[in-house]
């Protein structure tokens, strides 16, 4: 396939079918290519190819290849409805509409400052054959350097209503691919990836799963976007959706034998999947492409993908480093709630007259512990969870009320917490657990909202534990990803950033909420002992919807020592928790760890108060899902670098290039390495801390421990 910028540039955004088909043979083979049946199109660099045709029986079908290799095989695109024919086949082509779109847009916060948009597309219009009153379909394709993207656009037409019984989007293997997934459960991603091939997913399916969910469309087969993939020769490709915007999220459930995924929505309560007015846009449904695992951490497409910023004033959103009343409740140390639900009468709700049982974390003068050392080593914020009352008896609980999200247990003053860490410079951050009640959430969010603005709290972190009510919902229903974008859109109303766990998955809506500063939506630090593999895995699947809050930073692995009782072990480096910082980005990172152990260790902390949470510009220098991720960014606000790098379980040697650094400047570096012996398994607190002068032609040698890592920083010699 070659390129000719000139011949698409001049029929960009053009409907130009029928004088294409005649010269299109004359040309030099141009990107596209319209014989009368195919319409075929490639990326700016002509790298990247997608063919669409109708084929013999009408049915819409697209392929796409990455160079030499087909990465989609032909594939069938459509729909089935709950009252109505489906819209699968018998279509006939009415019209292309091409489009080249080459643009540079500035995020608010991000790994770079401006981001580049570009790409060529073309959108098809369909409408059916021999039908009175033929409905319409178009589909709008977009083929970018690194990877493809299409949706379904529902045009204005004579039926009005359509209810979605299943949307049959395919995306038909180019072989057995390696895949890192996790299971298509429709409530959590609260998983460990799971590395197979295509053809292993069922057999590794965890059965405990299978049987608990026997009664729901739960598939053995179906796995959660976005999919990290790796082709045979080497090449990476990477499922997912953008702009999930009144649809349910989409898993994909694989057909062995043809190695064909096809889209499996997350149902609503009563079986159906969407229901929508005519005219109405999908979600897009991606295949991210690259030579080298970097190239998908690299890739803009799922921002891009997204409408731009959608909020009139955006300086009131600000990236954010915070600490907690938190990791002491995770571990077990202290606890949300005030008193024992068995010496409290749940029924009155009357705190004067419980029995406090003396290891609430949310007291007034453990809170401003917290502000006083978070004022003091240059944070932002301070987030305290268990601030509200309800945390008696809330946790699985099927009941519709529970939290008000503005009553103040008794030993938090609410307002003089507020006034203290103003006046040290630090916002609390709010928190507001739903325990999954969505009902009652939307009866108080206003009021709770309000009282936000009241005590100047300009960041909520939410949370929808447990199973959802109304019963039958699901966490990604239609509904529920309704809910969770009204919530964004109504805190952008009141100047409220946005943090929610438990929510359904980014699909890089940040682009156009952009208080959207955080969300959860895999499993973080609060497992407190998963496998090193996972966080070298999140920046390849979960991270591409948007950034995690992930809450690294866990300086004291033996949690025993200081939680009576917790046996848990966090299996990493000192080092590899400071490498996170870099590697895992989030414009919301958290200090997760208590005062005390940082203060115990300052030396190693210094690199956690210097790292910046906004940058200008990211690098990916290598990386593998899995195995290890090294990346080097620059803080957004100085001429200051960073770099960072984590391992799984495997030790790794790795050389760092300092070529990203400006040539002919002198740096002082702060080397935070692992000790000689250390090991995120059996000895994870050892580090040792080195300085030294260097410029961009210099390498430095890295000797990153299993589960460990590194962190640097660069700070230009004036
Ligand atoms: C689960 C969240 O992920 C966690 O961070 C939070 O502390 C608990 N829910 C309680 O709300
Ligand atoms: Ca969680």
């Known amino acids: 396939m070659k390129k000719n910028f000139l011949f698409l540039l001049a029929i960009a955004c053009s409907s130009l079918l029928p004088a294409l088909q005649s010269s299109a043979d004359a040309a030099n083979p141009p990107m596209l290519t319209l014989d009368g049946k195919t319409t075929s199109i490639t990326s700016p660099d002509g790298k990247v190819g997608l063919s669409f045709l109708l084929d013999s029986e ?105 209810v979605v019984a299943d949307e049959k989007s395919q995306m038909r293997m180019g072989g057995d691919y390696k895949a890192w997934w996790i299971p298509g459960d429709y409530d959590t991603q609260e998983y460990e990836y799971t590395c197979t091939n295509l053809s292993g997913i069922r057999a590794a399916m965890p059965q405990a799963l299978i049987e608990n969910v026997s009664t729901t469309t739960f598939s053995p087969t179906a796995v ?105 409740m995770i571990t077990g140390k ?39 050392f978070a004022s003091q080593n240059g944070m932002d914020a301070v987030l305290v969870e268990g601030w509200n009352v309800g945390w008696e008896d809330w946790f699985g609980k099927q009941k519709d009320y529970v939290f008000d999200f503005v009553t103040p247990y008794p030993d938090f003053d609410i307002d003089a917490l507020n006034k203290y860490a103003h006046d040290k410079g630090i916002k609390l951050i709010m928190h507001h657990e739903t325990s999954a009640s969505v009902p009652n959430y939307e009866r108080h969010i206003d009021a709770a909202y309000d009282l936000m603005n009241r005590y100047g709290y300009d960041a909520v972190k939410s949370g929808y534990v447990g199973k959802m009510l109304p019963d039958g919902q699901n966490h990604y229903s239609q509904w529920a990803v309704n809910h969770y974008l009204d919530c964004v859109r109504k805190a952008a109303d009141k100047h409220i950033m946005v943090n929610a766990h438990e929510a359904v998955r980014p699909t890089g809506l940040a682009r156009t909420y952009p208080n959207l500063i955080g969300n959860e939506a895999a499993m973080g630090t609060e497992y407190q002992t998963m496998s090193p593999e996972h966080p070298t895995i999140l920046p390849f699947t979960r991270l591409k919807g948007g950034p995690m809050d992930y809450t690294p930073g866990v300086f004291v692995m033996d949690l025993s020592k200081f939680a009576p009782g917790n046996q848990n072990k966090k299996k990493a480096t000192i080092a590899n928790q400071l490498g ?139």
């Open 224 to 328: 959660q976007t976005s999919l990290m993939l790796k082709t045979p020769s080497g090449k990476y490709v990477n499922l997912h959706e953008a702009a999930l915007v009144d649809y349910p999220a989409m898993h994909l459930n694989l057909d062995e034998e043809s190695l064909t995924f096809t889209s499996w929505l997350t149902p609503s309560p009563d079986g159906t999947k969407a229901s929508f007015e005519a005219p109405f846009r999908t979600p897009w449904r991606v295949i991210m492409v690259g030579d080298k695992a970097t190239d998908i951490l690299a890739t803009d497409i799922i921002y891009n993908l997204n409408d731009p910023c959608a909020l009139a004033e955006t300086d009131w959103i600000h990236p954010v480093k915070y600490m907690g009343v938190w990791w002491e």
């Open 58 to 162: 009408g049915r819409p079908t697209y392929s796409v290849v990455f160079g030499e290799e087909t990465i989609v095989r032909p594939s069938t695109l459509g729909f089935e409805f709950k009252d109505q024919e489906p819209m699968l086949k018998n279509f006939r082509r009415v019209n292309v509409d091409f489009c080249q779109v080459d643009s540079v847009w500035q995020p608010v916060w991000g790994e770079n400052s401006s981001i580049e948009n570009k790409y060529n597309g073309f959108t098809v219009f369909l409408s059916e054959k021999n039908k009175q009153q033929p409905r319409k379909l178009n589909i709008e394709f977009r083929v970018y350097d690194d990877g493809v993207a299409f949706r379904y656009l529902f045009p204005d037409q004579d039926v009005k209503k359509f």
């Open 334 to 372: 202290s606890a949300w709630s005030y008193c024992d639900a068995r010496d409290f009468d749940l029924a009155t709700f009357d705190y004067s007259k419980a029995k406090p049982h003396g290891h609430h974390g949310a007291n007034n003068e453990n809170v401003r512990r917290y502000i006083d």
């Open 580 to 718: 996170l910082y870099v590697t895992m980005y989030s414009p919301l990172q958290m200090a997760c760890d208590f005062p005390e152990h940082y203060a115990a260790k300052a030396d190693a902390f210094r690199f956690i108060k210097d790292v910046p949470v906004d940058w200008s510009e990211s690098r990916y220098i290598d990386a593998e899902p899995g195995e290890f991720i090294v990346a080097a960014r620059k803080d957004k606000n100085s001429d200051c670098w960073y770099a960072g790098g984590i391992t799984a379980s495997q030790a790794k040697d790795f050389n760092l290039s300092l070529d990203f650094l400006k040539p002919g400047c002198k740096y002082e570096v702060t080397i935070y390495a692992d000790a000689h012996d250390a090991n995120g398994f059996t000895n994870p607190e050892a580090y040792v801390i080195a300085k030294r002068e260097v410029d961009s032609t210099v390498t430095i040698p890295i000797r990153m421990a299993p589960a460990g890592g590194f962190a640097i920083s660069f700070r230009p010699i004036k």
